[in-house]
């Protein structure tokens, strides 16, 4: 290991790899370009402190040479032991970003890096999981009259500071970048779609095709996991325990069961709900030889390993990221990267073209709360629309669209209320 106050990687000399993929993702972010430029000039970030926890992999790492662009202090440690990328973080501490992760830390190690990453007292958080968030709350409460605002990229973590904000317990304002129409319209389905899919397949190496997929959730992360099935030729099956999203589900064209009836039938299984124990003992118990397990939410919950390894008479790891576990039956149920998000732990995540408009809108988001966390109470708020907009219109032109805008008239007919029939 290569550590010093600040930085702790595997080892600086991969850092020439972690450039050149730095550098290739960056020329398919055009909107985070654009951004990118805007602060270089005006340098909005300047004597401002910035934390991320984050899945440090090359196009967060160009979230992050942007934010220093725009002057701030960046400071940087993992939001999951397993997507960290050893050569981008390298490239990230030669760059001059504070960055504390190596690939497979141990949970002890994770959070030791996430308090160095806080130990520059940051004005602003981003995060992605909420652990960031979470921590300054519970172990790091002389931090808190410092911080401006914190900015939550997925699902998982807006759920946890909404719950956070119920019980009274938040201190400072939160952007939830992940309920911008930007965000969850396409990353979440898009993205997560596409990597889940390509970590699970370059993991195997199996067919898709003619197989049982079952997709356990249906928010926006399920949908697109249940599209890209569908796509490769699969009979997809969901399971939900929300009515109008069952019923969603049997109207786009999936099977809608329960976790028990599904869990007999499934090849595939594939967790997108962001709750833990989603399958489980029972479930388990009742499934077919050789099935295949993925999670794609953020925490290693959804699928119980506990429950697993209580189960099983031998345990193996049969390739890189399929851990098998062997019944007393004799048989055989696979695990894909320990239960961890299948699409950074086994796979690069999001393709860059997605993540572009996600982490410009964490840009946009960590601007926003220096402009105006005065007036914010603390509170989850929605970035305002024409963020969101922008971030839109810069995305249509860079794939060379234009689109229409309303005339004065059309504009002053929905304004009005006068004219009927």
Avoid at 4 to 9: A, F, N, R, S
Avoid at 21 to 41: A, C, G, H, T, Y
Avoid at 207 to 216: D, E, I, M, S, T
Avoid at 286 to 299: S, T
Wanted: charged residues 30%; proline residues 3%; glycine residues 8%.
């Amino acid at each position: 290991m290569d550590c010093t106050k600040d930085y702790c990687v595997k080892d600086l000399s991969l850092a020439p790899s972690g450039e050149k993929k730095i550098d290739w993702v960056s020329r398919f972010m055009p909107v985070l370009q654009n951004i990118r430029k805007d602060f270089e000039e005006k340098k909005p970030f300047k004597g401002i402190r910035i934390a991320t926890t984050l899945h440090l992999e090359m196009k967060t790492a160009f979230l992050l040479l942007t934010l220093k662009a725009g002057g701030a202090e960046v400071s940087a440690a993992a939001s999951n032991p397993l997507s960290t990328q050893d050569d981008v973080v390298a490239a990230l501490a030669k760059a001059g970003v504070k960055v504390y992760a190596i690939r497979g830390e141990s949970r002890e190690e994770y959070y030791e890096n996430m308090h160095r990453a806080l130990d520059i007292r940051p004005n602003i958080i981003i995060d992605d999981g909420a652990d960031m968030i979470s921590t300054v709350m519970k172990e790091r409460k002389e931090l808190i009259d410092g911080i401006w605002g914190a900015s939550e990229e997925t699902t998982t973590g807006v759920i946890r500071l909404r719950a956070m904000e119920k019980d009274g317990v938040l201190k400072f304002p939160i952007i939830a970048v992940n309920d911008s129409y930007t965000k969850y319209l396409f990353d979440n389905r898009y993205g997560t779609g596409q990597s889940t899919w390509d970590g699970i397949i370059r993991t195997t190496n199996l067919l898709v095709a003619g197989k049982n997929v079952v997709v356990v959730g249906y928010g926006w992360c399920g949908r697109g996991i249940a599209m890209r099935a569908k796509g490769l030729g699969a009979t997809v099956i969901v399971v939900e325990v929300d009515p109008i999203r069952a019923l969603e589900a049997r109207m786009d064209g999936f099977l809608v069961m329960n976790m028990m009836e599904a869990a007999k039938v499934g090849d595939i299984f594939v967790t997108s709900t962001g709750d833990i124990n989603c399958i489980r003992k029972e479930h388990f118990e009742v499934m077919k030889d050789g099935v295949i397990m993925a999670n794609a939410g953020h925490f290693d919950v959804e699928i119980s390993k506990p429950d697993l390894e209580a189960l099983a008479v031998e345990v193996n790891d049969v390739r890189p990221n399929i851990r098998e576990y062997k019944m007393a039956d004799g048989r055989r149920l696979y695990l894909l990267a320990d239960g961890r998000l299948v699409n950074l732990a086994a796979a690069d995540g999001h393709p860059a073209e997605i993540m572009d408009m996600s982490f410009a809108l964490q840009a946009k988001a960590a601007e926003y709360i220096k402009d105006n966390h005065e007036r914010l109470e603390p509170k989850v708020y929605v970035l305002p629309r024409e963020i969101d907009e922008m971030v839109a219109r810069i995305k249509l032109a860079a794939m060379g669209i234009k689109i229409d805008e309303l005339t004065e008239e059309q504009r002053k007919y929905l304004e009005s209320w006068e004219h009927g029939t």
